[in-house]
């Protein structure tokens, strides 16, 4: 990858053109030079909503979950720049009616919380059976780049494919958009599977995550973020640092610790445990995030 | 000029001889391979246990009855789409014993988390 090269190409032409590239850059180039954040901000992460799934034993409040974590997050000190939604937003059917049905239940409760912006990305509960067609009717495109405060995000869609596939012309399109950045710009990606290998025998994985890892690794500052294993789990796959989020309908147990993978069955003394979101927290001047989980109570 | 061409030439085929051996599970041997037919189906494999000898070469061969399924055996390092309308088969010579989960690792619909099975392999 020669992105420096090509960004210092692009600059000098643009630099023939004068004013006009450098305003429409804004402060992100700025901050994207010394691969730092432009100001403080915060985002929340809410994830695998699962919005359909009915199970007693497993979640007892399964209607009212999302509802609480809508409600933890409008209380928090002060609103998030954005909220995020890393998949499986509602729980499988194999019925498009009913599949529709739940994204809309899902739309109507996450249109309660108050943030200016919400971003939303399918799993493959969403997904896999009908390559996005239903979640696209609903939010818009399952993979985007949008930049806030320095930091370049990417969302990537490593579900539409049934195969868990990222896929070429997706691939082609990272490595594009990337080319555009120099090496010290902050970037974000967001997805749903793991990119790396984390359990495979559970089928936590993307089949082709690792040439997305390789078009990434020559940034310095990347970080992702993803859901799909319903628990906090932390991993750096050379420069770059994973993170799992907690989901919100029910826990799924550590990577191989049980035969068998399954939702953790309700725990009456402990009432939601296992389940939360998270708030990443960009400092100025710095390129890494602080993370702060919160549990649903 | 021509035995370093040559060299070149041997060089090349005996990567591709390496490469070739890398890339698929199979080791030459005398004994009669073993061979296991498994159905795949909307949410279950028939059997969902297969049992193989350690050393002993079998072939696992699958099918489809309705839509594309997945067979993943990380532990063995095997893994193959099924489409259906087809036989897949999968060459494998187990290389060490115990059990090793399977699954169906392409997303088919409601009961795909619950299509599973093992492969038992004995000394």
Redesign the interface.
């Known amino acids: 990858m020669n992105s420096k090269l090509d960004r210092r190409q692009f600059l000098k032409l643009a630099g023939i053109g004068g004013v006009v590239f450098a305003s429409g850059m804004g402060g992100f180039a700025e901050a994207a030079k010394t691969g730092t954040v432009g100001k403080d901000f915060f985002f929340v992460q809410l994830s695998d909503t699962h919005w359909g799934f009915k199970d007693e034993k497993v979640n007892p409040d399964w209607q009212g979950t999302l509802k609480k974590a809508v409600a933890a997050v409008n209380d928090l000190e002060s609103p998030p720049a954005f909220i995020v939604f890393t998949g499986d937003l509602s729980h499988t059917t194999d019925d498009p009616k009913e599949r529709r049905n739940r994204l809309s239940g899902f739309r109507d409760i996450a249109a309660g919380l108050k943030a200016g912006n919400i971003r939303y990305m399918p799993g493959e509960h969403d997904a896999s059976l009908d390559n996005g067609e239903a979640f696209k009717e609903f939010f818009g495109p399952t993979r985007y780049t949008f930049d806030h405060e320095g930091v370049h995000f990417i969302a990537l869609d490593n579900v539409s494919d049934p195969t868990s596939s990222i896929g070429d012309a997706q691939l082609a399109w990272l490595a594009d958009d990337l080319r555009k950045l120099d090496p010290e710009t902050m970037i974000t990606v967001l997805t749903h599977r793991p990119l790396f290998d984390l359990y495979p025998q559970w089928d936590w994985a993307t089949r082709d995550g690792a040439k997305a890892i390789e078009l990434l690794t020559p940034f310095r500052n990347v970080t992702v973020f993803y859901g799909h294993i319903h628990q906090e789990h932390h991993r750096m796959t050379g420069n770059i640092p994973h993170h799992a989020a907690r989901g919100l309908m029910y826990p799924l147990p550590e990577p191989g610790s049980v035969p068998k993978k399954a939702p953790i069955p309700w725990d009456p003394a402990h009432p939601y445990k296992g389940l939360g979101f998270r708030e990443p927290k960009a400092i100025a001047g710095k390129s890494i995030y602080s993370l702060q989980e919160y549990p649903i109570r | 000029m021509r035995s370093i061409n040559r060299l070149r030439a041997v060089s090349v085929l005996a990567l591709l001889i390496l490469a070739a051996g890398a890339l698929v599970p199979v080791a030459w041997s005398d004994e009669p391979e073993t061979i296991v037919r498994v159905t795949a189906r909307k949410f279950e494999y028939s059997p969902n246990e297969i049992r193989l000898k350690r050393g002993v070469p079998a072939i696992i061969e699958l099918t489809s009855l309705d839509r594309?399924h997945?067979f993943?055996c990380?532990?063995l390092g095997l893994r193959t789409?099924i489409p259906p309308g087809k036989t897949t088969r999968l060459r494998v010579v187990p290389d060490k014993s115990g059990t090793f989960?399977f699954?169906c690792?392409?997303?088919?619909?409601?009961g795909?988390?619950d299509m599973?099975g093992t492969i038992i392999v004995t000394d």
């Open positions: 594309l997945g993943d990380p532990g789409d989960p699954h690792d392409v997303f088919c619909g409601e795909h988390e599973t």
